[in-house]
């Protein structure tokens, strides 16, 4: 379960980055499921990377670490994807 939960709270807050976004970028053609997917994916991708950059130490650590990286990660991903879908809809 230890192992299990970081991967929990990254999903989580990278589908809250990722909606967050998507409700910003109103322009991005996107629809919730790939919205959500989108996070998802981003969220445990960035929570990863902060967590293997940063390692143990420091004040992005543990599930602070988890939540921030997995809510930018969600973010970004979710902005990439909004805007490549929707550059392939104006073509």
Avoid: R, Y
């Avoid at 991967?7 to 967050?20: H, K, L, N, P, R």
């Avoid at 420091?58 to 994807?81: E, P, Q, R």
């Amino acid at each position: 379960m230890e192992a299990l939960l970081p991967i929990i709270v990254q999903a989580v807050t990278g589908v809250i980055g990722g909606e967050a976004i998507g409700s910003v970028v109103k322009k991005a053609a996107m629809g919730h499921g790939a919205k959500i997917l989108s996070g998802i994916i981003g969220g445990v991708g960035g929570g990863a990377l902060l967590s293997g950059m940063g390692g143990d130490a420091g004040a992005l650590s543990g599930l602070l670490g988890d939540a921030v990286g997995g809510a930018v990660g969600g973010g970004v991903l979710t902005g990439i994807v909004g805007a490549v879908m929707g550059a392939m809809n104006k073509s």
